[in-house]
């Protein structure tokens, strides 16, 4: 079964700088899909940005940016120039592609509940 | 206005009650999920309907009962339900699987039972 750690319950982070949220897993699947959900307290899950085990590059969207390290099973999230607006608990989830079906479960880790103060 | 529809937002219920959350996704997508959200917990996958088939169910207790009546629609009966069982209920939907097939989520039920 696959497992997602994240170390870190809280981080907070003055608006305009830049912080970086740890993210690993434990799988024995040579290709899945990592993902990093962002929910802010409307409580709405929103999808921030994917990642494909295949790709070697980084995925990045706008000021969301990771770092996936494959042998490491490390998956961190950077956000920079951090808004008001990106306060929320932030959540890294792992997908094994199943075969034959027609969807995908997510694994999710504990969370961080990410602070931006003005 | 999110794709996926979750009400009603708040349901506070007694053991002995028997209620409904509903889903409603717009998306048409054709998985359906449901997810337990608990504090310090990371979420818990309850149910998987795929075209309106359940394809998992992770040993949640039978006071909880899903119910898939279309591609668009999903439920979940509740009865004669625990303390316990207060948490966020998150309902979920995709189209296929992998990373260009992600979930698409509700604003979830806050659900107390007293």
């Known amino acids: 079964a696959q497992t997602v750690t994240q170390s870190q319950p809280e981080m907070s982070v003055q608006e305009a700088e830049t912080v970086t949220l740890s993210c690993t897993y434990d799988?024995?699947?040579?290709?899945?899909?990592l993902f990093w959900y962002k929910q802010p307290p409307s409580r709405q899950m929103i999808l921030v940005i994917r990642q494909e085990a295949y790709k070697q590059q980084n995925a990045t969207e706008n000021r969301f940016s990771v770092n996936f390290q494959k042998a490491a099973k490390s998956f961190s999230l950077k956000i920079s120039d951090s808004q008001l607006g990106d306060t929320a608990m932030y959540f890294c989830?792992?997908?094994?592609?199943?075969?034959?079906?027609?969807?995908?479960?997510?694994?999710f880790g504990q969370g961080t509940i990410l602070t931006v103060h003005p | 206005e999110t794709g996926v529809t979750q009400t009603p937002r708040h349901l506070v219920m007694g053991m002995t009650n028997k209620k409904s959350l509903k889903c409603e996704q717009h998306l048409g997508h054709n998985a359906m999920y449901w997810y337990k959200q608990s504090a310090k917990k990371p979420l818990e996958l309850m149910f998987v309907y795929s075209l309106e088939e359940r394809v998992e169910n992770n040993s949640v207790p039978s006071r909880f009962s899903p119910e898939c009546p279309n591609s668009s629609h999903l439920f979940l009966h509740l009865h004669t339900l625990q303390p316990e069982d207060s948490a966020l209920y998150l309902c979920?939907?995709?189209?296929?699987?992998?990373?260009?097939?992600?979930?698409?989520f509700g604003n979830g039920t806050r659900l107390t039972v007293t």
């Open positions: 989830a792992f997908m094994k592609p199943s075969r034959g079906t027609s969807y995908g479960k997510l694994t």
């Open positions: 979920a939907s995709s189209q296929g699987t992998g990373s260009n097939s992600p979930l698409h």
């Open positions: 799988t024995s699947e040579s290709n899945y899909y």
